[in-house]
């Protein structure tokens, strides 16, 4: 069976040669804007392909601002801080992410929570959020203040897994009642919706990352986005070392970071946006053919988005039957150049996680077990 379904790969992809999982395409003005940026001299946090990619950001997600950063977790470090989160706050996010969502928590000093994720979307549950909250916390002086710690719950951490959206605009109402900032995780979701608005803009701020497995990339490089001018402008401002603005004078005021995106990173990033519609149907189109192949499979389901969204099908994703099923599938692709891999493992599993407080995990342990990436590059 497995042999049918590593033809199947193969003939998608046209190659006999090792298959990665995802890989960047360059066919538009990847190296024409490169060359340009060389030419002016400005590669580094200044130039003008910096903000045009910034500009085009913003238009393609509707989100009034963007700020460019060196990479997507930078970007959710930044927006976890104008999220207010504050050395020894907690922070609500999934188990099932990839481990860049909890390390930007821990870079601000404060505390991963993990609560589990819904079966379909696989992303943070509402109502698991919901119950962990009316179960745990308690509304004093304005903050949600978690009962058996005694710390404030500062921000919750959705994050679109593989570009499926989640329930955000529930979660963002669950927020919006105990008091707790959304910063949306959508590093893995530029082009996906929820309702038809675009992920990364329902919370207080987004985060998108264009690392070079992202659906598309700039090298390494991140986005915040938000509507929420004086955040932005403050995300700005503490993206490049806070250096108080003036014609000539050198000032700064803050203990900030340098983490504004180099223009040469920028240049890429333009080139690919004009890119991103093409890309997103071909993966719609990549998506549909795994879809129809998988319908006929009744031991594996090909992981589909819920009614009310979009997904960019940035990394197409299986369930199998089992565990051991999960290891067979996984061993036969790779052993034979198809590049296959497991979802992540929990966060409240790694060490550096292991003494978080954790709501029931049911889904994510189930999920955790059988999930699989399949090869998702463009064609
Ligand atoms: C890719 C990714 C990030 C950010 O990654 P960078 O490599 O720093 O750009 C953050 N969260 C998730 C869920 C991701 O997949």
Request: proline letters at 3%.
């Amino acid at each position: 069976m497995h042999k049918d379904i590593i033809k199947f790969i193969r003939d998608i992809y046209k190659t006999e040669e090792f298959i990665p999982l995802h890989e960047p395409r360059f066919r538009g003005n990847e190296k024409k804007y490169i060359n340009e940026c060389i030419d002016s001299t400005f590669v580094s946090s200044v130039g003008k392909f910096v903000d045009q990619f910034e500009a085009s950001v913003s238009e393609f997600t509707g989100a009034k601002y963007a700020i460019a950063t060196v990479n997507g977790t930078a970007a959710l470090h930044i927006g976890l801080l104008l999220a207010d989160v504050q050395s020894n706050d907690e922070v609500i996010t999934q188990p099932l992410t990839f481990v860049a969502t909890a390390n930007a928590i821990s870079y601000c000093n404060a505390h991963s929570i993990f609560v589990d994720v819904d079966m379909d979307t696989m992303g943070l549950s509402p109502e698991k959020l919901s119950d962990f909250l009316k179960l745990n916390t308690e509304l004093i002086n304005g903050n949600c203040v978690n009962k058996t710690t005694k710390r404030i719950i500062k921000a919750v951490v959705p994050m679109h897994t593989f570009g499926l959206p989640t329930r955000i605009d529930e979660i963002v109402d669950i927020c919006n009642k105990h008091h707790i900032n959304v910063v949306e995780d959508a590093a893995e979701s530029l082009g996906s919706y929820h309702k038809n608005q675009h992920t990364g803009t329902f919370g207080l701020v987004g985060t998108l990352s264009f690392n070079g497995n992202k659906t598309i990339t700039t090298g390494g490089g991140g986005m915040l986005i938000t509507n929420d001018e004086a955040l932005a402008k403050k995300a700005k401002y503490i993206t490049t070392t806070a250096k108080v603005p003036h014609q000539w004078d050198y000032n700064h005021d803050l203990i900030a970071y340098n983490y504004r995106l180099p223009n040469l990173n920028a240049a890429l990033g333009c080139a690919q946006m004009e890119s991103l519609p093409e890309f997103l149907k071909s993966k719609q189109k990549l998506a549909k053919i795994y879809s129809n192949f998988f319908s006929k499979n009744s031991s594996i389901d090909f992981i589909e988005p819920t009614v009310n969204s979009i997904s960019n099908f940035w990394l197409n994703a299986i369930k199998l039957e089992s565990l051991e099923a999960r290891n067979e599938f996984l061993k036969v692709t790779n052993e034979n150049g198809v590049m296959t891999r497991p979802i992540w493992k929990l966060m409240n599993s790694l060490p550096m996680f292991a003494s978080a407080q954790c709501g029931n995990l049911d889904n994510a342990s189930a999920l955790e077990n059988r999930i699989v990436n399949l090869p998702s590059s463009v064609i």
